[in-house]
């Protein structure tokens, strides 16, 4: 992001939105898919068990996703019956073209045409609570209710620079991507802060050495095609498929930037939750229950067959499965038979939305200036996560007790290049940085 500022990044982020509008042919830059579950794979019970006290205050939500393998709660959600199993028979799930479409549509509300809720980058939530992201900077306050996923991104290199063989050192770019775009998928999002920690620790200052530019996930392999960028970070599986049609390669996955990194997240409209609660624990027990499901090896093939149908991802299967059970094939010769980095859903409380994790988001969007340096931290992450109703939702579900974790915080964080964040020190994590904004 050289030549751009902060403001020129996200009106940028907007136009490549539009751009994807004019693409998919709508205006609203969201389709609905199917609004109940598909009858080929039933699975839930129905929603007659319900305490009538736990009844939810409404049986209808509009849930967003964009086309990334790390979608598939909501998704089986959906087609398994989850959320018709808690009572929310009208829940519909429906795609969005981009991360600035999933904003705009949360901030309408189903009310005004857009969604309640969505599967969103973990940062969205706290930059739309504080009015960073949004139009005339007007607050619209999110809470986070569970994370959807740990690990499961990449970071993927054109094949011109197969020769430098690049992994988590990123030091062999610095000459080669000189003044050159890569792409993220939204400013201040997951995906930019695994491409500027990682640029940044090999001594490449994203923000004067490259130019950082924002590009709808579904739409990186053809700009990668096209040339129109050198690089990218996504989820996926966008990077797999840039291999399988060795367009390029992926340098790395990012749980080897941080093990088990926190990653999507699901995200409720404040004022719906605060309207909803009955409702908003529905929503979270079918999501908590379908991130199980999908973590189960024996139902891997099932749920990526799922996945891929045009309503959903729109992506071939072969492009979908290896990754998503843990075989990464780099397009080096590196070849990962069971990776420990595949993405979780549920393994290693992985849906469990640690407030420590939420911090070192909001550290590193101050750290690029996304936020001001007077953000308070702590109160920010407590006025958005709101863990207690993951907990409420997982004691429903009767998730054994080892399941749930007794703090808030996962502790301090290691990195790959050794730097560690503690929670509780935020301000001597960003001190101690070398490359951040001025």
């Not at 490549?16 to 080929?40: D, E, F, N, R, W």
């Not at 007659?48 to 998704?75: C, M, Q, R």
């Not at 979908?320 to 409380?349: C, H």
Request: charged share 20%.
């Amino acid at each position: 992001m050289s030549n751009l500022s902060r403001r020129k990044f996200i009106i940028t982020a907007g136009a490549t939105a539009a751009g994807t509008l004019l693409v998919h042919g709508c205006s609203s830059g969201s389709t609905t898919s199917s609004a109940t579950p598909s009858a080929a794979t039933p699975s839930a019970a129905p929603a007659v068990n319900v305490n009538p006290a736990d009844a939810p205050e409404v049986t209808t939500a509009k849930l967003g996703f964009i086309a990334l393998t790390d979608s598939a709660p909501l998704i089986i959600a959906q087609e398994k019956g989850y959320f018709a199993k808690y009572g929310m028979k009208d829940v519909q799930v429906t795609k969005q073209a981009s991360w600035p479409v999933t904003r705009d549509n949360l901030e309408l509300g189903s009310d005004k045409g857009g969604i309640d809720g969505a599967h969103i980058l973990s940062p969205m939530p706290y930059q739309m609570t504080l009015g960073t992201i949004t139009k005339g900077n007007q607050p619209v306050p999110m809470n986070i209710v569970a994370r959807l996923n740990t690990n499961g991104q990449a970071i993927s290199i054109s094949k011109k620079y197969a020769d430098l063989k690049v992994g988590t050192d990123s030091k062999a770019l610095k000459a080669a991507l000189a003044n050159q775009k890569v792409a993220v998928t939204f400013p201040g999002g997951t995906h930019d802060l695994w491409m500027r920690y990682w640029l940044a620790a090999g001594g490449i200052n994203p923000d004067t050495d490259v130019s950082v530019i924002p590009v709808p996930p579904p739409q990186m392999v053809a700009n990668m095609k096209s040339g129109s960028m050198e690089a990218f970070c996504v989820g996926e599986p966008w990077n797999a498929q840039l291999v399988t049609q060795k367009v390029g390669y992926t340098a790395l996955v990012t749980g080897e930037l941080w093990k088990d990194h926190p990653e999507k997240a699901l995200t409720l409209r404040a004022d719906w939750v605060a309207k909803n609660p009955k409702a908003t624990k529905a929503i979270t027990m079918a999501v908590l229950e379908a991130q199980q499901w999908c973590d189960k090896p024996e139902n891997k093939d099932e749920m990526c067959t799922i996945i891929s149908q045009d309503k959903w991802l729109k992506v071939p299967v072969a492009d979908i499965i290896g990754r998503a059970k843990g075989q990464i094939d780099y397009g080096t010769g590196r070849v990962e038979a069971a990776s420990p980095l595949a993405m979780k859903f549920w393994a290693d409380n992985a849906s469990y939305p640690y407030k420590s994790h939420d911090a070192w988001f909001i550290a590193e969007n101050i750290r690029w200036g996304y936020l001001p340096a007077t953000t308070d931290i702590k109160a920010t992450v407590d006025k958005v996560n709101r863990e207690d109703i993951w907990k409420a939702a997982a004691t429903a579900l009767s998730v054994p007790a080892a399941q749930i974790p007794a703090t808030t915080s996962r502790g301090v964080e290691t990195f790959f290049d050794g730097v560690k964040f503690d929670p509780e020190k935020p301000e001597e994590y960003l001190k101690g940085l070398a490359i951040k904004k001025a």
